[in-house]
T-cell receptor
Framework: GAGVSQTPSNKVTEKGKYVELRCDPI?????LYWYRQSLGQGPEFLIY????????DSGLPNDRFFAVRPEGSVSTLKIQRTERGDSAVYLC????????????FGQGTRLTVV | SQQGEEDPQALSIQEGENATMNCSYK?????LQWYRQNSGRGLVHLIL?????REKHSGRLRVTLDTSKKSSSLLITASRAADTASYFC????????????FGKGTRLSVIA
């Protein structure tokens, strides 16, 4: 596709469950970013991949959060033992080069933990 | 943590007027980017200005950067109702590989 694609667009899960959020970046983009956005706030950085490796995962809030990008393209953000405080819109972005280039964002996944 | 601070937090103007939003940041930057967001979902990249640039234009958008004051402004001229959205500034640090750090945004309402 032409843009960054995120699935699902909405996810409702029960507290304590495991969820996976998927991001398909723009073809050829080597850098991929995950952000989380709560209502009324700006996006908060979670993790950044350059190729297959996590170049910076300093934004992951705790060890319940994990992300992979095994082939350097699609990425999956995994959240274990979800909590109500994890409810937010999870945004994925990709860029052609590294952090110094323009990032293109997907439409996000709205996660609601009930 | 959020580095950029947009000002004002909310702005309401009449169609046809100009809208100015400001952003202040704390650390040395490689570049600063402005994004727009409708309805709390995907962010649309508007403009990127590098630390050695002072002003950039794109259509009805004008961005300035003052690295001595660690601030930037986004001007939207001749605003339209369709410009109603949240606008965020985001900075890329000069050190290492730190990705975009966003502010809390300015909520712009353009009244027809």
């Amino acid at each position: 596709g032409a843009g960054v694609s995120q699935t699902p667009s909405n996810k409702v899960t029960e507290k304590g469950k495991y969820v996976e959020l998927r991001c398909d970046p723009i073809s050829g983009h080597t850098a991929l970013y995950w952000y989380r956005q709560s209502l009324g706030q700006g996006p908060e950085f979670l993790i950044y991949f350059q190729g297959t490796g996590a170049a910076d995962d300093s934004g992951l809030p705790n060890d319940r959060f994990f992300a992979v990008r095994p082939e350097g393209s699609v990425s999956t953000l995994k959240i274990q033992r979800t909590e109500r405080g994890d409810s937010a819109v999870y945004l994925c972005a990709s860029s052609l080069g590294g952090v110094h280039t323009e990032a293109f964002f997907g439409q996000g996944t709205r996660l609601t933990v009930v | 943590s959020q580095q950029g601070e947009e000002d004002p937090q909310a702005l309401s103007i009449q169609e046809g007027e100009n809208a100015t939003m400001n952003c202040s940041y704390k650390t040395s930057i490689n570049n600063l980017q402005w994004y727009r967001q409708n309805s709390g979902r995907g962010l649309v990249h508007l403009i990127l200005i590098r630390s050695n640039e002072r002003e950039k234009h794109s259509g009805r958008l004008r961005v300035t950067l003052d690295t001595s004051k660690k601030s930037s402004s986004l001007l939207i001229t001749a605003s339209r109702a369709a410009d109603t959205a949240s606008y965020f500034c985001a900075t890329v640090s000069n050190s290492g590989n730190t990705p975009l750090v966003f502010g809390k945004g300015t909520r712009l309402s353009v009244i027809a």
